[in-house]
């Protein structure tokens, strides 16, 4: 038996003058007020009832989109069997039991609608009202109330038909008694802030208003034009290029939560009141594939994972650019996905088939060159999009302030044949650090952060003088970049990171057409001697075979680690097991590198050549590499 559809209920109208009392501008207060007066009826949030349709035609026509389905409806009945959610907070943060009510509501209420089947949306509706009884959604910790909102706000919106009035009111009160009335008590940064958490809250209370519009206008108005003042202070970090600061995984959270705002927006009042129109928004929708290596693997700088599944997100932007070649990675990852090679249980995982159109990615035509600017620039070059066996590196300047940041500026990772050679090893769990009572998200010189050494620069491919940190006030910015085939390169000055310890410090990375990467660091010594320390992170197995020279190992790969300069230097092999009880040490990771001595007012150029295996026999001649000023005049 079919459920019942949107008009099979009388759409709810607005009589009401609303007049906000707002701390924002009230033209946004009134052109709000405006945009309502034409809600769209339930369901309204993302898929309409039109949508539904063409969600549930295409799975009926198209192989993967049936095979995607058939996985989302094995977690729903998994979901049957289990009990359903309890406030349980682990630290801080009740954020886990958030998500997975997310997860839980949007994938039983998806396959409810596809399928008609009363029993998924029935456990829904159990999810949401056991969720709506629970005391609060931790406010203290506010990214735990946005995502319990967004889980309500879609459960109440699409299965709305379908709830007791009893159920109604009880799904209705929870939304504004413990997700929007809190967010008006007290004072949140995230309201005006420029980070994820920005994205992530306001998100969520837009769609908790606009699924109880028709009876909370005032509210909905106050909610809305709040995000619409609040969430470009977040959406200017997209600026110029599309660069997301904190990362590709957290450019997923964070962005998912920005498209949904838009989605819900767009759904349900018809227009975005301009948030695609901010300058690199949409732009940002090929960074995640630029991140991407042939590995599959992200550049994971910062807080930021490897990978772990398919972005959904960029299904909405390859839909809305009319771009599918930047789901090239994404429809891997998909693959493996409905082959269990990777993880089913993203909690957004049903918005892949209401935003894929179905088309088949093939090349993408972004560049294989490419720089993009912001806070944390960073650089990415390759040797092809499709050669699972292609060269791929990237580089990043920028902060160690910025938001989630790490001390890696200079950083690069390094792919060739399938194997990923220079790696990050990432950051660390939040919870455990925080129950040792470290602050670990103070950004002073001396905080407790920077002593976690996967925070620190010497776990990252850069450089370490003195044995300091970097800089944490200082900034680096790429100030060259060639994007030909035979002058493909990137230059960083990371003199701003290394103040009061180098004079000067640029340092140079250049794909040889033959495939051979060259890193080059031309430095300056300060007013004081300093021991420099260069080293690259790998999971491979390091062998010393001369003075200047090693060999790695991986997957019965190879990758040629040749030191150039300076003369005398020695290759050595560095462990990254540090014995620190708040250290999560892996004995399996090791660093390859080299120290030099440097005195006062001393210049010197560092230079190394890595050569993958594949690259041995076609590589042409000796290397000789001019001073980084001359790189641009090639």
Not at 104 to 109: E, G, V
Not at 225 to 244: F, I, N, S, T, W
Not at 476 to 493: H, N, R, V
Request: contains cysteine.
């Amino acid at each position: 038996m079919r459920l019942p559809q949107s008009d099979r209920f009388s759409r709810s109208f607005l009589t009401v003058v609303l007049v906000a009392a707002s701390a924002w501008s009230a033209e946004l207060d009134d052109r709000v007020t405006a945009a309502i007066g034409d809600i769209a009826p339930h369901p309204r949030l993302l898929m309409t009832a039109s949508d539904e349709v063409r969600v549930r035609e295409e799975i009926a026509v198209q192989e993967t989109k049936d095979a995607l389905f058939a996985l989302i409806r094995k977690n729903a009945n998994e979901i049957l069997v289990q009990p359903p959610v309890v406030r349980k907070q682990e630290g801080k943060r009740l954020l886990s039991v958030s998500r997975e009510a997310l997860r839980r509501i949007l994938c039983l209420a998806f396959v409810s609608r596809i399928t008609g089947e009363a029993v998924y949306a029935e456990r829904a509706i159990g999810e949401m009202v056991a969720a709506a009884a629970f005391s609060d959604w931790n406010p203290s910790h506010f990214l735990d109330v946005a995502e319990m909102t967004t889980a309500l706000a879609l459960g109440y919106d699409w299965l709305f038909p379908l709830l007791t009035p009893e159920q109604e009111a009880q799904i209705r009160r929870a939304i504004i008694e413990k997700g929007l009335d809190p967010s008006f008590t007290g004072k949140h940064g995230w309201v005006s802030g420029d980070n994820n958490w920005n994205q992530v809250c306001h998100g969520g209370l837009v769609l908790g208003a606009l699924a109880l519009l028709e009876r909370e206008p005032q509210r909905a108005v106050r909610v809305i034009a709040r995000a619409l003042e609040g969430l470009p202070c977040a959406m200017k970090e997209y600026q110029p290029d599309g660069v997301y600061v904190e990362g590709p995984s957290y450019w997923a959270y964070g962005t998912t939560y920005n498209i949904l705002c838009i989605a819900a927006l767009e759904s349900a009042l018809n227009m975005d009141f301009g948030l695609t129109e901010f300058p690199g928004f949409l732009e940002t929708g090929a960074f995640p594939l630029y991140m991407t290596g042939p590995t599959g693997n992200h550049f994971s700088f910062s807080d930021c994972g490897s990978r772990s599944g398919c972005f959904p997100a960029m299904y909405w932007f390859a839909r809305r650019l009319n771009d599918p070649g930047l789901l090239l990675f994404e429809h891997s990852w998909l693959q493996k996905t409905l082959l269990g090679e990777a993880s089913s249980n993203d909690r957004f995982l049903p918005l892949v088939l209401l935003w894929w159109d179905g088309s088949v990615p093939g090349t993408p035509r972004q560049p294989l060159h490419w720089k993009g600017e912001g806070l944390n620039p960073v650089a990415v070059h390759r040797t092809s999009w499709t050669d699972p066996n292609a060269v791929f590196f990237a580089v990043k300047g920028g902060t160690p302030s910025a938001n989630h940041g790490h001390m890696d500026i200079g950083s690069f990772i390094l792919e060739a044949d399938g194997v990923r050679w220079v790696l990050d090893i990432m950051g660390r769990g939040y919870g455990d650090l925080e129950a040792r009572g470290m602050g670990i998200w103070n950004k002073s010189q001396d905080s407790d952060r920077w002593r976690i050494y996967r925070y620190h620069n010497r776990s990252h491919n850069t450089l370490t003088v003195n044995d300091q940190a970097q800089d944490v006030s200082g900034r680096a910015s790429i100030t060259a970049f060639g994007g030909e085939p035979d002058d493909a390169f990137t230059i960083i000055d990371m003199a701003p990171v290394y103040e009061g310890e180098l004079a000067e410090a640029r340092r140079g990375f250049f794909l040889l057409p033959d495939g051979r990467l060259w890193i080059q660091d031309e430095l300056v010594c300060g007013n004081h001697a300093a021991d420099v320390r260069w080293a690259m992170t790998t999971r491979a197995d390091v062998t010393i075979t001369g003075p200047g020279h090693a060999v790695l190992t991986e997957q019965g790969k190879r990758l040629l680690f040749e030191l150039h300069a300076p003369a005398g230097a020695v290759v050595e092999s560095f462990s990254t097991v540090t014995g620190n009880a708040w250290d999560l040490d892996d004995p399996e990771i090791k660093q390859v590198g080299f120290q030099v001595k440097l005195s006062k007012g001393e210049s010197e150029t560092l230079a190394v050549l890595l050569t993958p295996g594949s690259r041995e026999n076609s590589s042409v001649g000796e290397v000789l590499m001019p001073p980084l000023e001359q790189w641009t005049d090639k």
